[in-house]
């Protein structure tokens, strides 16, 4: 049976590690028992001063698998990838010829988790939670899927499902995103606690002390943890505050159109904003401090139809640009678009124009150029996490000198989707693991247990959890 796996029936769970170490994002890990597997997560790592894809250098669609495997984005995973797509790539045996019951879990759908899920093939289910699927549907009629055209599973919060012999749950967390959730991973010889990213200065916090909770009722011996915050300052476990003190300089989601408000009120011209569309309750946010300004929020067409989606009784107001208005002109509206441009009020810049204080205008990064057609003066551009993020992205500078040269104010009022470190050693304290495993971090080994072992895996090493013990193959 030349290039079939032969699957080791050895009663002992293996992990192993892909993506994701040091880094923010790209996490793939893999655990086998027997003839059973599961991946989480399958994104790309988050690093846009060394994207290959620019903007500028085209994705080849036809060979996306081949081209990110050439590159390093995806890793070389056997009995993951369809035949078709290796078209004969050395080393890697395709998913057909592999005898393994095997599955992908994803915890959330940044792209930094997700972007190259679309690369495994078809015959591999790929699961998302109820929420996160729901969004991911809507993201992709707008254009802002993922490469690779295939169906995904849905999965349900404290529902759980088998891969095999190993019993997977989905557990919900609160991060900057709908759908976010951990995985308690079951297996005959131990299991392992996937916390997937999450913060507790969001709308949320009850939703991680509950989570804590269930873990805890579940019982692990393995809990991988990411630690996206940890800087190169060890984190004091004396300093740490409670679930319900936050640093005075940390404003929490909650606290986000307040702060909008008072720039707003400051500026007295055009208020802009720059959001990223996936952060529902930052959409809310916006909405609400809108509300709180009294003035009319305009989305571009892509946030106004999730808003249409996930929020129906909002009001606002969709912006006209020059690239929409020459699609209405030619008749070549997509149908989701048409739907939104026709049941909201639309509104182009000549009429916004006519009394700028009265509007609140998303412009995202790709529409920068739309902002020559407003008036700016005594202005306020409010950058909420929208994308480019900051410094470590070449983008982030064009931004600000667009934003000097045309003479509006760049104000930041914005708040992570990740735990600050103090709030990550809470989490890891409370949960009190055997085994810590911290990752999707610059600096994991900051995060420390209480009275566990942290264990630091390297790439190209079996970790094997036997008996509930942990050791290094």
Known sequence: MDGVIWVATLERTNIRFFGGLRTIGGTIVTVEYKDSRVVFDFGLKYDPANNFFDGKL????????????????????????????????????PAELDKRQTAVIISHIHLDHIGAMGTIAPEIPVYLTSD???????????????????????????????????????????????????????????SIFYTGDLRLHGNYPERIEQMIQKAKECGFDVLIME????NSVEVQRDSMVSTNKIFEDLLTEAQLPRKMVEALEEAK??????????????????????????????????????????????????????????????????????????????????????DPSRYFVQNSYEQTMEMFDLHVENGVYIH???????????????????????????????????????HLQYIVDELDPDFLIPLHSFHPE????????????????????????????
Not at 61 to 86: A, N
């Open 58 to 93: 085209q994705l080849r669609t036809t060979s996306i698998v081949q081209d990110y495997l050439r590159l390093g984005m995806i890793p070389k995973i056997d009995g993951l990838y369809s035949e078709k797509d290796l078209a004969g790539n050395e080393g890697v045996i």
């Open 132 to 190: 996160s699927l729901k969004l991911y549907h809507a993201l992709d009629t707008i254009g802002e899927g993922v490469p690779g055209n295939r169906d995904y599973q849905n999965c349900d919060y404290d529902q759980s499902f088998s891969v095999g012999e190993i019993i997977v749950t989905p557990i919900q967390v609160d991060h900057d995103i709908l759908g976010a959730c951990a995985f308690h991973i079951e297996t005959p010889e131990g």
């Open 227 to 230: 630690g996206t915050t940890l």
């Open 269 to 354: 011209g055009v208020g802009c904003f720059n959001i990223y569309n996936r952060n529902l309750d930052r959409i809310e946010g916006i909405l609400t401090a809108g509300k709180s300004s009294k003035r009319i929020v305009v989305f571009e067409p892509e946030l106004a139809y999730l808003a249409s989606l996930f929020m129906p009784e909002s009001e606002f107001a969709v912006y006209l640009s020059s690239q929409t208005k020459e699609e209405m002109k030619n008749d070549s509206l997509l149908e989701w678009k048409k739907a939104v441009l026709e049941r909201y009020e639309t509104l182009d810049a000549v009429q916004i124009n006519e």
């Open 384 to 422: 909420s996490n929208g994308v480019p993020l900051g410094d470590f992205d070449p983008s982030y500078q064009n931004l600000k000198n667009f934003l000097k040269r045309i003479g509006i104010n760049h104000v930041l009022v914005g708040t992570s989707g990740h735990a600050i470190p103090n």
């Open 446 to 473: 900051r995060l420390i247990p209480r009275r566990g072992k942290q264990v630091l895996p390297e790439y190209g090493v079996t970790y094997v959890l036997k008996n509930h013990e942990l050791t290094k193959q």
